[in-house]
């Protein structure tokens, strides 16, 4: 019987997060949803991320109701998540009873898979959620953000996916978020995961470095179950490989494809319409969605390229570039390798331009940086460098346990503090998440309602 193989489609968050910076409305995407729930997707990725932040900052939407709206839409397909443990959808750990009405409500208005990561694989960080997740029915994907250091091997990854079974994972994403795993790491860690536990394997990469198409393709030959994909023209770049091309070249190869072929296609050309607007008014650069192989020289993502020109360029001294990308690798090191992912990519960043500039290595840090040496984001893959570690901290202890536990419930406190004002757990969680915004967003939902009402009555 032919292997069947799974598609996750990331239009509506990676792609458009990895592309456009997450500016698709939910009006120019609404028209395809139906198309996207009978095109035989195993999943459609369509919140968290930056979603949640960027709907209530730049698009005016209340993303609980986007939600909501897009579950109306899509009643056969599952919707999936993407959550940044202990951190939620934010940049520093949250506590608990945050996290677990977080999940709750995200499950209760239409989420059925909660993809769950932590920035340094401090797992740790993920069980509260996974946990809620598992209490609320929805499925929890345990996830690996991939990287590669002296200390990332495979026998560490199959120890933590052993873990997050454990902690009740009902599959498992290994997560590339910068496109640097190769086909034979592809291969060899499926592989390793497959031999170590019996539950379902998702891949996730970018295109970034243009080893995605044969990352897939070695992984699903080593078994991997579902993989994640972009319809064509959100695809490529930065964004993930294209759906129908995978979908192609595995269908030739034997596999089988549940996709629609049909239905692909009026979504493709849909889309294709809706990229060329973000072309035409330069949301979408061209640069994003060409081959960039510098990140497998230097080992440093693409997006932390840009972040270091652009702080250099601030500070008038683009000319220390080169030493700035040379000293970024040493602080990763001194830092215990962490994955470079949000928010620990741009943690290292700051430092390695800092070390750079001020002539002195650690002379000054950021407060992140310090907190991160306390050990308030989890534990380091590998200890931090104790003398670096003593520059920073002076006699000051670094923690061992968990830092949420350190943490005062919130969710009652603000509930109180919300009165009259938010409508809403929903509400709650957005102003918990992001105070500002959601202040903000509240006001302008209240203008625009008593706008309408007078409106109604002028009219009738
Ligand atoms: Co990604």
């Known amino acids: 019987m032919a292997k069947k193989v799974q598609f996750v489609e990331t239009v509506l968050r990676d792609a458009n997060q990895s592309l456009i910076a997450t500016r698709l409305p939910y009006d120019k995407f609404e028209p395809m949803l139906e198309t996207i729930d009978k095109a035989g997707y195993y999943a459609a990725e369509c919140w968290g991320g930056a979603t949640f932040d960027v709907c209530l900052r730049y698009l005016h939407e209340d993303p609980w109701e986007r939600l909501r709206k897009i579950r109306a839409k899509m009643p056969n397909t599952k919707l999936q998540m993407l959550l940044r443990g202990q951190n939620v959808l934010g940049y520093s750990h949250y506590p608990d009873d945050f996290v677990k009405l977080f999940v709750t409500k995200a499950v209760e208005n239409g989420m059925d898979v909660i993809r769950i990561f932590d920035a340094l694989n401090d797992v740790k960080n993920m069980k509260v959620a996974m946990e809620a997740t598992n209490k609320a029915g929805a499925i929890a994907s345990g996830t690996i953000s991939y990287t590669t250091s002296p200390v990332h091997t495979h026998k560490k990854y199959v120890e933590m996916v052993k873990e997050l079974k454990e902690m009740g994972a009902k599959t498992i994403c290994i997560k590339d978020m910068a496109g640097i795993m190769g086909p034979k790491e592809a291969y060899d860690l499926v592989s390793a995961i497959k031999d170590a536990v019996d539950l379902p394997i998702d891949l996730h990469t970018h295109s970034t470095t243009g080893l995605a198409f044969m990352t897939y393709l ?243």
């Open 218 to 460: 070695k992984a699903v030959e080593a078994g991997v179950d579902i993989i994640d994909t972009a319809i064509s023209p959100f695809s490529g770049g930065t964004s993930q490989p294209a759906t129908e091309t995978m979908a192609y070249a595995l269908r030739q190869l034997g596999y089988e494809v549940d996709l629609d072929d049909t239905c692909t296609k009026k979504i493709a050309d849909y889309f294709k319409g809706v990229r060329d607007e973000y072309i035409k008014d330069g949301t979408l650069m061209p640069k994003s969605l060409t081959t960039d192989t510098q990140c497998l020289t230097y080992q440093v993502p693409g997006g932390m390229l840009s972040n270091l020109l652009s702080q250099l360029k601030q500070m008038n001294a683009l000319d220390r570039f080169d030493e700035a990308l040379l000293e970024t690798p040493k602080v990763r090191a001194d830092m215990g390798y962490p994955p470079l992912v949000t928010p620990t990519s741009q943690m290292v960043g700051v430092q390695a331009v800092r070390n750079v500039l001020d002539g002195e290595r650690y002379k000054t840090v950021s407060k992140e940086i310090k907190a991160y040496c306390r050990g308030e984001y989890g534990t380091t893959p590998a200890p931090i460098n104790p003398e670096i570690q003593k520059k920073i901290l002076g006699d000051e202890k670094p923690m061992t346990g968990r830092y949420a536990d350190t943490l005062e419930p919130v969710v009652e406190k603000t509930r109180k503090q919300l009165e009259g004002v938010a409508r809403s757990d929903e509400d709650v969680l957005s102003y918990i998440a992001f105070p500002n915004l959601a202040e903000k967003f509240f006001q302008e939902r209240k203008e625009k309602e008593e706008n309408t009402a007078t409106y109604s009555i002028v009219e009738a």
